[in-house]
């Protein structure tokens, strides 16, 4: 038996007692630290369900011509715009003129802005006098935000004037937005009409969008935006004199109306090169907050205004549901990857191997992750920190949400479009099991829907991986990486996934500004675009001239649970068995090397 | 054919009317009422010091010598009219060997000892490269350091870190954090009046 002497054995029991202490505050402090990530989490979420259903319900009224609250307001400016234009707001348009219309308006907006970047060194509001753009970057940015894509091959402060952000970027952040918007409206006609040869009018659709819906919203954000520190001014870039004697040169600019239907329309592109990391950009807590809800805003309320205009508010709440419910998979899957930080880092001395890279202090990681869940779901694109800098599974989750065709809320319209073609891909399923014709809303699916749901869901992903697969064998190609080893496939598969998506978010470390990616990024930008809106109309156009079938005992219920199931099977299964492969051979096996202390 | 004709003048008149509208009148109105409610904000909240610009309390910049605290490494060297990030990925040799290489500067210029493990934000580039903050930890770490330079005592800048401690926004909104530039300007004041 060994005795200890007292005093060993008290400073024993003291240490036990300080470990104790230590544990519990850490414990402690852990606890803290989660409640406050779930309460940011349920706050936002919270927020955005609050605001979306009474959206919903105004987007529908708005479009279905009936009266709101604020038609008095806007009814004047929207028939002033109807009488300069020469449109008859009662004149209605089959599939085809409605695509011909937007075809036309979409040209339109390229051409002006492809022009404004060649002329900005002779156009007012360029107080740098930045000049052209070179022509394939200039071409890649037109298309890019005539998409709603806004994916930058150039850096922002360096390249483009005043003029050029405000005339042709603003702008084009509140059309490709209603553009999207008035296809969604045009689509859903499609539903609600019976024996109808027509789909609405673009022009209509159009300039509601954006009178009723986008402009007001814009006009709120930025001066919200603007409370907080987000910059607009027009001035010249100004000199501070450094504490250390040193001189730096401030980029200044119109930001805050830009940085609004930025989110709102679900655009992305920034101000500035960094995005909404910059701190002009997104100055505060608050600010990173307004822009996750904003840019899930008006695509989180399409379901409801859905559900409003086919009078089944379950509906609605059906196709919200699948959505959300990919959306908590995906944001629990990313958030648990990124905490789980490097080990690498780790053994180097990193505290915790917290992975700060490509972050501010001022978010932290989990506002970067429910910011880059929420960019990527949602085809916006901007960022508040650098996805290339992810841990290779949260990347991973990214890429899946460009990968499947933005519909876990999706881009202003487009998102809900995207739904409706895993919807029909869904009752064909439903459809096959129970020996019936599939029928979706109460319209009977034919050979021609299923022909272009499949176009709309395919043509985007075949892009994809064969523009990625011409990146990857040719030297134009692999000289742009910024990544060795398996990271650098990802890198490519995340450009022309954002491209195909329409998203416009960067594994940013390529070097996108070649001929090589300028060029094919356009071609992925805009078959990911016109691809999936030209079959939607298609597919409206033909049902509806269909007539309604009455539901009957038979009929597969669409507002249950069991579809909100299968539509979310339907999605993940398509998206696995189109891009498992390429998933393994980039985001899951780098996660596997990095684990095994593999660096490139 | 003969549907594109008859959209023309709608899509052409719209265009230009929405063009004038989204892409004039409303950044402008914007800019009329911010530039007149918050002239500073709007301005890119500058800090002005005798009458000299010293930088925008939203922008981080350049601290290299020992009597101010640092910031975090910036990829583009907190040049303001050039943000950006290294987008190394999370197995880039190149990202380990140069957190390495600022783990041992840190450990060296404030004393530490090589087993100590580093705050992430002192060795970790951030997105924009013009992060104006660091962790509340990574200010301590840099006290005595400071302290020592400016010949203060430790009790008096830790007390100016307390003091510069941004909270979280309700508590749930963001990081605690400190602002570089702020406490580094009210570091000068302080020097200046003892």
Same mark, same amino acid.
């Given at each position: 038996?060994?005795? !200890?002497p007292?005093?060993?054995?008290?400073?024993?029991?003291?240490?036990?007692?300080? !470990?104790?202490?230590?544990?519990?505050?850490?414990?402690?402090?852990k606890?803290?630290?989660?409640?406050?990530?779930?309460? !940011?989490?349920?706050?936002l979420l919270?927020?955005?369900?609050?605001?979306?259903?009474?959206?919903?319900?105004?987007?529908?009224k708005?479009?279905?011509?009936?009266p709101?609250?604020?038609?008095?307001?806007?009814?004047?400016?929207?028939?002033?715009?109807?009488?300069?234009?020469?449109?008859?707001?009662?004149?209605?348009?089959s599939?085809k003129?409605?695509v011909?219309?937007?075809?036309?308006?979409n040209? +339109?907006?390229l051409?002006?802005?492809?022009?404004l970047?060649? =002329?900005?060194?002779?156009?007012?509001?360029?107080?740098?006098?930045?000049?052209?753009?070179?022509?394939?970057t200039?071409?890649?940015?037109?298309v890019?935000?005539?998409?709603?894509?806004?994916?930058?091959?150039?850096?922002?402060?360096?390249?483009?004037s005043y003029?050029?952000?405000?005339?042709?970027?603003?702008?084009?952040?509140?059309?490709?937005a209603?553009?999207?918007l008035?296809?969604?409206?045009?689509?859903i006609?499609?539903?609600?009409?019976?024996?109808?040869?027509?789909?609405?009018n673009?022009?209509?659709?159009?300039? $509601?969008?954006a009178?009723y819906?986008?402009l007001?919203?814009?006009?709120?954000?930025a001066?919200?935006?603007?409370?907080?520190?987000?910059?607009?001014t027009?001035?010249? !870039?100004?000199?501070?004199?450094?504490?250390?004697?040193?001189?730096?040169?401030?980029?200044l600019?119109p930001?805050?109306?830009?940085?609004?239907?930025?989110?709102?329309?679900?655009?992305?592109?920034?101000?500035?090169?960094a995005?909404?990391?910059?701190p002009?950009?997104?100055?505060?807590?608050?600010?990173?907050?307004?822009?996750?809800?904003?840019?899930?805003?008006?695509?989180?309320?399409?379901?409801?205004?859905?559900?409003?205009?086919?009078?089944?508010?379950?509906?609605g709440?059906?196709i919200?549901?699948?959505?959300?419910?990919?959306?908590?998979?995906?944001?629990?899957?990313?958030?648990?990857?990124?905490?789980q930080?490097?080990?690498?880092?780790?053994?180097l001395?990193?505290?915790g191997?917290?992975?700060?890279?490509?972050?501010?202090? $001022?978010?932290?990681?989990?506002?970067?992750?429910?910011?880059?869940?929420?960019t990527?779901?949602?085809? /916006?694109?901007?960022?508040?920190?650098?996805? /290339?800098?992810?841990?290779?599974?949260?990347?991973?989750?990214?890429?899946?949400n460009?990968c499947?065709?933005?519909?876990?809320?999706?881009?202003?319209?487009v998102?809900?479009?995207g739904?409706?073609?895993?919807?029909?891909?869904?009752?064909?399923?439903?459809?096959?099991?129970?020996?019936?014709?599939?029928?979706?809303?109460?319209?009977?699916?034919?050979?021609f829907?299923?022909?272009?749901?499949?176009?709309?869901?395919?043509?985007?992903?075949?892009?994809?991986?064969?523009?990625a697969g011409?990146?990857?064998?040719?030297?134009?190609?692999?000289?742009?990486?910024?990544?060795?080893g398996?990271?650098?496939?990802?890198?490519?598969?995340?450009?022309?996934?954002?491209?195909?998506?329409?998203?416009g978010?960067?594994?940013?470390? =390529?070097?996108?500004?070649?001929?090589?990616?300028?060029?094919?990024l356009? +071609?992925?930008?805009?078959?990911? $675009?016109?691809a999936?809106?030209?079959?939607?109309?298609?597919i409206?156009?033909?049902?509806?001239?269909?007539?309604?079938?009455?539901?009957?005992?038979?009929?597969f219920?669409?507002a249950?649970?069991?579809f909100?199931?299968?539509?979310?099977g339907?999605?993940?299964?398509?998206?696995?068995?189109t891009?498992?492969?390429?998933?393994v051979?980039?985001?899951?096996?780098?996660?596997?090397?990095?684990?095994?202390?593999r660096?490139? | 054919?003969?549907?594109?004709?008859?959209?023309?003048?709608?899509?052409?008149?719209?265009?230009?009317?929405?063009?004038?509208?989204?892409?004039l009148?409303?950044?402008l109105f914007?800019?009329?009422?911010?530039?007149?409610?918050m002239?500073?904000?709007?301005?890119?909240?500058?800090?002005v010091?005798?009458? &000299?610009i010293?930088?925008?309390?939203?922008?981080g910049?350049t601290?290299?010598?020992?009597?101010y605290?640092h910031?975090?490494?910036?990829?583009?060297?907190?040049?303001?009219?050039?943000s950006g990030?290294?987008?190394?990925g999370?197995?880039?040799? &190149?990202?380990?060997?140069?957190?390495?290489?600022?783990?041992?500067?840190v &450990?060296?210029?404030?004393?530490?000892?090589?087993?100590?493990?580093v705050?992430?934000?002192?060795?970790?580039?951030?997105?924009?490269?013009?992060?104006?903050?660091?962790?509340r930890?990574?200010?301590?770490?840099?006290?005595?350091?400071?302290?020592?330079?400016?010949?203060?005592?430790?009790?008096?800048?830790?007390?100016?870190?307390?003091?510069?401690?941004?909270?979280?926004?309700?508590?749930?909104?963001?990081?605690?954090?400190?602002?570089?530039?702020?406490?580094?300007?009210a570091?000068?004041?302080?020097?200046?009046?003892?």
């Amino acid at each position: 038996m060994i005795l !200890y002497p007292a005093n060993v054995s008290q400073i024993n029991l003291e240490t036990i007692k300080s !470990y104790q202490i230590i544990s519990l505050r850490l414990f402690h402090s852990k606890a803290t630290k989660m409640s406050m990530e779930f309460g !940011y989490i349920a706050l936002l979420l919270g927020t955005l369900i609050v605001l979306a259903v009474p959206t919903g319900r105004y987007i529908a009224k708005v479009f279905n011509g009936e009266p709101t609250r604020v038609t008095p307001l806007f009814r004047p400016v929207e028939k002033a715009f109807y009488r300069m234009a020469g449109v008859d707001e009662t004149r209605e348009m089959s599939w085809k003129s409605y695509v011909a219309a937007l075809l036309i308006f979409n040209a +339109l907006g390229l051409a002006a802005v492809f022009l404004l970047q060649e =002329l900005q060194g002779f156009l007012p509001f360029n107080p740098q006098n930045l000049g052209a753009v070179r022509w394939d970057t200039a071409l890649n940015t037109a298309v890019s935000f005539t998409t709603n894509t806004n994916w930058q091959a150039y850096s922002g402060e360096q390249t483009m004037s005043y003029l050029t952000q405000m005339l042709g970027l603003t702008v084009q952040n509140f059309l490709s937005a209603a553009v999207g918007l008035s296809a969604a409206m045009a689509v859903i006609r499609g539903f609600t009409r019976k024996n109808a040869a027509t789909l609405g009018n673009f022009w209509v659709d159009l300039t $509601r969008s954006a009178l009723y819906l986008l402009l007001p919203l814009a006009l709120i954000w930025a001066l919200l935006f603007a409370s907080q520190g987000v910059i607009q001014t027009l001035g010249p !870039y100004v000199i501070a004199h450094t504490l250390e004697g040193g001189e730096q040169v401030i980029s200044l600019g119109p930001v805050a109306s830009q940085e609004a239907i930025k989110f709102l329309g679900t655009n992305g592109g920034g101000f500035f090169n960094a995005n909404s990391a910059h701190p002009f950009e997104n100055p505060t807590p608050l600010t990173d907050f307004l822009q996750v809800l904003a840019m899930l805003l008006i695509a989180a309320s399409l379901p409801f205004a859905f559900g409003a205009m086919v009078n089944n508010p379950r509906q609605g709440w059906a196709i919200f549901a699948a959505m959300f419910i990919l959306y908590l998979m995906g944001l629990g899957f990313a958030l648990w990857a990124e905490e789980q930080g490097s080990p690498l880092l780790e053994r180097l001395g990193v505290a915790g191997g917290v992975n700060m890279e490509g972050k501010e202090v $001022r978010f932290g990681i989990v506002p970067s992750v429910l910011f880059a869940q929420s960019t990527t779901v949602t085809s /916006d694109g901007g960022v508040n920190s650098m996805h /290339d800098s992810f841990m290779p599974l949260a990347g991973l989750v990214l890429l899946f949400n460009m990968c499947i065709g933005e519909v876990i809320f999706g881009g202003v319209g487009v998102g809900l479009i995207g739904i409706f073609f895993y919807a029909i891909m869904t009752m064909f399923l439903a459809g096959l099991m129970i020996g019936r014709t599939p029928e979706l809303f109460g319209k009977k699916l034919e050979p021609f829907e299923m022909r272009m749901a499949v176009i709309g869901l395919l043509a985007p992903s075949i892009a994809l991986l064969m523009l990625a697969g011409l990146a990857i064998v040719l030297p134009q190609g692999l000289l742009s990486l910024n990544n060795g080893g398996p990271h650098g496939l990802s890198e490519i598969l995340y450009a022309f996934a954002s491209a195909c998506g329409n998203n416009g978010s960067a594994f940013a470390g =390529l070097n996108a500004n070649t001929t090589f990616y300028n060029l094919t990024l356009s +071609l992925a930008m805009l078959v990911g $675009r016109f691809a999936t809106i030209l079959p939607a109309l298609a597919i409206a156009g033909s049902l509806a001239a269909k007539r309604i079938v009455p539901a009957s005992t038979a009929t597969f219920p669409v507002a249950s649970p069991l579809f909100v199931i299968m539509l979310v099977g339907t999605v993940i299964i398509v998206g696995a068995l189109t891009f498992f492969p390429v998933f393994v051979l980039g985001p899951i096996l780098e996660h596997l090397l990095m684990q095994a202390g593999r660096t490139f | 054919m003969f549907e594109f004709a008859k959209e023309i003048r709608p899509a052409v008149t719209l265009f230009l009317a929405f063009t004038l509208l989204t892409g004039l009148a409303y950044p402008l109105f914007i800019t009329g009422i911010v530039q007149t409610a918050m002239p500073a904000k709007a301005e890119g909240s500058l800090l002005v010091v005798d009458g &000299r610009i010293v930088g925008s309390e939203l922008i981080g910049q350049t601290f290299q010598s020992p009597g101010y605290f640092h910031g975090r490494p910036s990829y583009v060297n907190y040049s303001a009219n050039g943000s950006g990030a290294s987008n190394l990925g999370p197995t880039s040799a &190149r990202l380990m060997e140069e957190v390495s290489r600022r783990i041992d500067q840190v &450990r060296r210029e404030n004393g530490l000892s090589t087993d100590q493990s580093v705050p992430a934000d002192l060795v970790l580039t951030s997105g924009s490269g013009l992060d104006p903050h660091i962790s509340r930890q990574g200010a301590i770490e840099q006290v005595a350091r400071v302290a020592e330079a400016r010949g203060l005592t430790h009790s008096a800048v830790q007390a100016l870190v307390d003091q510069n401690v941004e909270p979280a926004m309700l508590g749930i909104l963001g990081q605690e954090r400190v602002n570089v530039l702020r406490l580094n300007l009210a570091l000068d004041e302080v020097t200046r009046e003892s």
